[in-house]
């Protein structure tokens, strides 16, 4: 299993809540260095409070072999053109290391953050990957841009805006997923999804692969290459009694994800729709304190790792070797030592050998 992290390194960041103030913009090029210097796979970020492709090209800029991707940028807000140069930027200037991960947002902020009509998902996902790639193609190897589609008429490219062919053209795609039918629709056209934290290895390995693959055969595709990528929900300290708080912390996270209807799926995969149900009331009714004692040390166990730094890597080994490819994880980083402890949990964790979740994720028999 690689290993990724999500900036920044400046605080504990275990994966259980978005960061609470914008990135310091000015560290993003000396801390994507250190990801480099420790020994890490890769740098993924999000986009909450600043843009993701700007903080990619800082890391670019910065970086001479540490992969980058975006973990997730939104997709419907942006045109396919607009998503497809911005990629193709950052994809120059990184020289052939960057990987493109959309998401989709809920209906709530398309309409209401963003300002725009909503449609499904899924089928406004395939076309958006498929229009994208059209681009590419077009800039690449001069095939003439035709995309119609139900979101998307494209057409247009004249030699103004056409950046022309790149050294590296293949950019890969992720998806975002929790749902069977999304999963379905990068099985279809994307090179690899990124799983939701709430979403177990067992529902990854008998929900979210076999609709994977349905996917592939609709279109004939092979998933030989085929990336699941993950920020797993951890909680990790020095000590037993640092991570008490954290604990905390990640019960409330859980009920909240239990009480959301687009995580249901992962819920009831597991029996757990009665106790969704109830959150939901609570969360309605906007009684946040309520919630997390509803969260069982059983519950709590079934989604969240848990442990101090010399077993969270083993731990996080066990859980997800099998069905993820890449595990996002980071500590905070304050001094030598620091360094040291996340050097030897990036070597744990990277030491794990992919060819079993590649085997899951065709659906081969492991043994």
Same mark, same amino acid.
């Given at each position: 299993?690689?290993?990724?992290?999500?900036?920044?390194?400046?605080?504990?960041?275990?994966?259980?809540?978005?960061?609470?103030?914008?990135?310091?913009?000015?560290?993003?090029?000396?801390?994507?260095?250190?990801?480099?210097?420790?020994?890490?796979?890769?740098?993924?970020?999000?986009?909450?409070?600043?843009?993701?492709?700007?903080?990619?090209?800082?890391?670019?800029?910065?970086?001479?072999?540490?992969?980058?991707?975006?973990?997730?940028?939104?997709?419907?807000?942006?045109?396919?053109?607009?998503?497809?140069?911005?990629?193709?930027?950052?994809?120059?200037?990184?020289?052939?290391?960057?990987?493109?991960?959309?998401?989709?947002?809920?209906?709530?902020?398309?309409?209401?953050?963003?300002?725009? @009509?909503?449609?499904?998902?899924?089928?406004?996902?395939?076309?958006?990957?498929?229009?994208?790639?059209?681009?590419? !193609? %077009?800039?690449?190897?001069?095939?003439?841009?035709?995309?119609?589609?139900?979101?998307?008429?494209? !057409?247009? &490219?004249?030699?103004?805006?056409? *950046?022309?062919?790149?050294?590296?053209?293949?950019?890969?795609?992720?998806?975002?997923?929790? !749902?069977?039918? &999304? %999963?379905?629709?990068?099985?279809?056209?994307?090179?690899?999804?990124?799983?939701?934290?709430? %979403? #177990?290895?067992?529902?990854?390995?008998?929900?979210?692969?076999?609709?994977?693959?349905?996917? /592939? =055969?609709? #279109?004939?595709?092979?998933?030989?290459?085929?990336? =699941? %990528? &993950?920020? *797993?929900? =951890?909680?990790?300290?020095? #000590?037993?009694?640092?991570?008490?708080?954290?604990?905390?912390? /990640?019960?409330?996270? $859980?009920?909240?994800?239990? @009480? #959301?209807?687009?995580?249901?799926?992962?819920?009831?995969?597991?029996?757990?729709?009665?106790?969704?149900?109830?959150?939901?009331?609570?969360?309605?009714?906007?009684?946040?304190?309520? &919630?997390?004692?509803? $969260?069982?040390?059983?519950?709590?166990?079934?989604?969240?790792?848990?442990?101090?730094?010399?077993? $969270?890597?083993?731990?996080?080994?066990?859980?997800?070797?099998?069905?993820?490819?890449?595990?996002?994880?980071?500590?905070?980083?304050?001094?030598?030592?620091?360094?040291?402890?996340?050097? !030897?949990?990036?070597?744990?964790?990277?030491?794990?050998?992919?060819?079993?979740?590649?085997?899951?994720?065709?659906? =081969?028999?492991?043994?």
């Amino acid at each position: 299993m690689h290993l990724e992290t999500l900036l920044p390194l400046g605080k504990v960041d275990p994966g259980l809540r978005a960061p609470e103030v914008p990135l310091d913009l000015g560290s993003i090029g000396r801390e994507a260095r250190l990801l480099e210097e420790i020994g890490y796979d890769g740098l993924v970020v999000e986009e909450t409070k600043d843009d993701p492709f700007v903080l990619m090209a800082l890391a670019a800029e910065a970086t001479r072999t540490l992969r980058l991707g975006t973990s997730v940028a939104i997709a419907f807000p942006r045109s396919p053109t607009v998503t497809a140069l911005s990629a193709w930027t950052i994809q120059k200037l990184s020289r052939g290391r960057f990987t493109l991960g959309l998401g989709t947002q809920v209906k709530a902020h398309i309409e209401r953050r963003y300002g725009l @009509s909503w449609s499904p998902a899924g089928p406004w996902m395939r076309e958006y990957v498929s229009a994208v790639r059209a681009v590419w !193609n %077009c800039w690449q190897n001069g095939v003439p841009l035709d995309v119609k589609g139900e979101h998307y008429n494209i !057409n247009l &490219m004249v030699p103004l805006f056409n *950046p022309g062919p790149i050294e590296h053209p293949d950019i890969p795609i992720h998806v975002a997923a929790v !749902n069977a039918v &999304m %999963c379905r629709v990068a099985g279809e056209v994307a090179d690899g999804i990124r799983v939701h934290p709430v %979403c #177990t290895p067992s529902y990854i390995e008998k929900v979210m692969l076999p609709a994977i693959r349905a996917g /592939a =055969v609709r #279109t004939g595709r092979s998933l030989e290459r085929f990336q =699941v %990528c &993950m920020k *797993p929900l =951890v909680v990790a300290a020095a #000590t037993e009694a640092e991570l008490v708080p954290k604990v905390r912390d /990640a019960r409330a996270r $859980i009920s909240f994800y239990a @009480s #959301t209807p687009q995580y249901r799926a992962a819920f009831d995969h597991l029996g757990l729709g009665d106790l969704a149900d109830r959150l939901k009331l609570l969360s309605r009714a906007q009684r946040w304190e309520e &919630m997390p004692p509803y $969260i069982t040390d059983d519950v709590l166990h079934t989604f969240v790792t848990i442990g101090t730094y010399d077993t $969270i890597a083993k731990k996080l080994c066990d859980r997800f070797t099998g069905v993820v490819t890449h595990c996002e994880f980071s500590i905070a980083v304050r001094n030598d030592a620091d360094k040291e402890l996340l050097r !030897n949990l990036a070597k744990t964790i990277q030491s794990q050998p992919i060819d079993r979740a590649l085997k899951t994720i065709m659906g =081969v028999n492991a043994s």
